[in-house]
């Protein structure tokens, strides 16, 4: 009797490994995945997330939910991040600020881009750009740069993100400039003011500022970018004017630390597929987002290296802190 039940005790354990076992060897992904936002619905993250997040849902075959966790220059969604499994279940929607400046503008920071995340790939760029009032009396950087160095105090440009200031603080570095700078509490409000008059300038997103230079109604003196928009190949960069001024926003995607290399690769290469879709790059495009040629997750991790030491030089020398 003893025998018997030792036997059954022994298979029914058998079958309990077995079947764990079998559920951890299930192939990734077996179950819905959230793709955490840290920007409120509605914005130029929130697009790219929703809509990378449904083409990746169906290559990978389970469902992708955005979860939306606005606050705190993108604090609360990161930290949420990296503290979640490292299972490929739970990624973030990152910007340039959330790894690359949140570590110089922060004294103390609840998270830390170069050890708590995976980086699984660039995914687009979102340029900004020098816009200006339609009555504002320059036409280009140049001419705005010439026209503040002989009357200086002319201009203001309004700011809106902790990037438009460092922006705006490099073009003043690069050009021996002093432009003053006004905040807004955010990019609607800021447009606003350019298109009455109350601010002859501003640092805005691409995205809402192109259909508004389309219709006469603001001017573009120069993008925040390394090349110029496909959308629009008629504005020049900044760059074309001072050499090396890059501080473009861009969005990609990370996952939790210690995720397993194999999952970051096939997140990778879905991603990959996403981008090189005719439909998904005619969407972005026209929303005035420049889909990005998809690194690997080692060439994503060069790059925010690279990108960190360029924007932490940038903030000292500002003396930007927001703690």
Do not use: C
Not at 31 to 45: E, H, K
Not at 135 to 146: D, F, M, T
Not at 218 to 247: H, M, N
């Amino acid at each position: 009797m003893l025998q018997v039940s030792l036997r059954h005790l022994f298979g029914a354990a058998a079958l309990l490994a077995f079947s764990a076992f079998g559920a951890f060897a299930q192939p990734y992904p077996s179950r819905q995945i959230t793709l955490v936002v840290p920007f409120a619905p509605g914005g130029p993250a929130d697009f790219l997330g929703r809509l990378i997040g449904q083409k990746m849902s169906e290559d990978l075959g389970q469902q992708i939910v955005v979860d939306n966790r606005p606050g705190a220059n993108t604090i609360i969604g990161a930290q949420a991040v990296a503290k979640a499994n490292p299972d490929g279940y739970t990624l973030l929607m990152a910007i340039d600020g959330t790894l690359v400046m949140n570590p110089f503008l922060y004294s103390k920071l609840a998270y830390d881009p170069f050890k708590d995340f995976a980086p699984i790939s660039l995914i687009a760029l979102v340029p900004s750009a020098v816009v200006g009032n339609i009555a504002v009396p320059v036409n280009s950087i140049g001419e705005l740069v010439e026209q503040e160095k002989a009357k200086p105090g002319t201009f203001q440009i309004g700011i809106s993100t902790p990037t438009s200031q460092v922006n705006v603080g490099l073009l003043n570095m690069m050009a021996g400039t002093n432009f003053s700078m006004v905040p807004y509490r955010g990019g609607t409000t800021q447009i606003t003011g350019i298109l009455a008059g109350d601010i002859p300038l501003g640092m805005e997103s691409v995205n809402v500022s192109l259909p508004l230079w389309r219709e006469k109604k603001v001017k573009i003196l120069g993008l925040v970018s390394a090349q110029r928009l496909s959308l629009a190949p008629e504005l020049p960069t900044i760059a074309e004017t001072f050499p090396g001024y890059d501080l473009g926003i861009w969005q990609s995607m990370v996952a939790p630390a210690n995720t397993p290399r194999e999952i970051v690769d096939k997140l990778h290469g879905s991603i990959k597929k996403v981008l090189s879709m005719a439909d998904v790059r005619d969407k972005l495009t026209a929303a005035g987002i420049e889909p990005a040629v998809s690194t690997t997750p080692d060439e994503f991790a060069a790059f925010i290296r690279s990108q960190a030491d360029t924007r932490a030089k940038v903030i000292r020398a500002v003396g930007m802190k927001l703690d």
